[in-house]
Nanobody
Framework: QVQLVESGGGLVQAGGSLRLSCTAS????????MGWYRQAPGKQRELVAT???????NYADSVKGRFTISRDNVNYTVWLQMNSLKPEDTAVYYC?????????WGQGTQVTVSS
């Protein structure tokens, strides 16, 4: 069992920045992938960015060049630095952990970008 605790969401004007964090606890597999997905009202949940234990990253095309994902393998924490935010980035952002046969989601944190 893995628990994910997220923080850092909020309200920001277009062009602004926010930093999300997520810390995992519980039974952590040595090689895992952590990341962020988001879900806007009326839309399906979509990938934002992921990062593996060895630092390999994957980004949605819509956030490339604006968002940066990073992680701390000692404290099982992943961050999402979001710059140049746009109104279309407004969504609930969910932390995601995948390791071994386990797949877990955080509770979600709201990000709202005003125009």
């Amino acid at each position: 069992q893995v628990q994910l605790v997220e923080s850092g969401g909020g309200l920001v004007q277009a062009g602004g920045s926010l930093r999300l964090s997520c810390t995992a606890s519980g039974i952590i597999v040595s090689f895992n992938t952590m990341g962020w997905y988001r879900q806007a009202p009326g839309k399906q949940r979509e990938l934002v960015a992921t990062i593996t234990t060895d630092g390999s990253t994957n980004y949605a095309d819509s956030v490339k060049g604006r968002f940066t994902i990073s992680r701390d393998n000692v404290n099982y924490t992943v961050w999402l630095q979001m710059n140049s935010l746009k109104p279309e980035d407004t969504a609930v952002y969910y932390c995601d952990y995948r390791g071994g046969l386990g797949h877990y989601w955080g509770q979600g944190t709201q990000v709202t970008v005003s125009s």
